[in-house]
Nanobody, 114 residues
Framework: QVQLVESGGGLAQPGGSLRLSCAAS????????MGWYRQAPGKQRELVAD???????NYADSVKGRFTISRDNAESTVYLQMNNLKPEDTAVYYC????????WGQGTQVTVSS
């Protein structure tokens, strides 16, 4: 059974940091191009960062220089290090395969507020 489980969200102050994790099971993780998405209230889900099977990374302009995506194939886990957080980063964050999406997980809530 394919499963994605996100964790690590919470409340952070502007300028703070959080590290998100996404554990995958039921897929051959190392062969998947993975991404982190977010969905803010009233907005569409957007891709904010992705990492290819060869560990090439790409970022949305809104997070470039502040977020870092990484992966651990041995642990079937993808991470998102988020630094210098802004209130506009508030959203539910999800991971999924970019080119071959699987069932979405429950996401993890990130709230940036003073």
């Amino acid at each position: 059974q394919v499963q994605l489980v996100e964790s690590g969200g919470g409340l952070a102050q502007p300028g703070g940091s959080l590290r998100l994790s996404c554990a995958a099971s039921g897929i051959s993780f190392s062969s998947y191009h993975m991404g982190w998405y977010r969905q803010a209230p009233g907005k569409q889900r957007e891709l904010v960062a992705d990492i290819t099977t060869g560990a090439t990374t790409n970022y949305a302009d809104s997070v470039k220089g502040r977020f870092t995506i990484s992966r651990d194939n041995a642990e079937s886990t993808v991470y998102l290090q988020m630094n210098n957080l802004k209130p506009e980063d508030t959203a539910v964050y999800y991971c999924n395969a970019v080119k071959r999406p699987v069932n979405w997980g429950q996401g993890t809530q990130v709230t940036v507020s003073s």
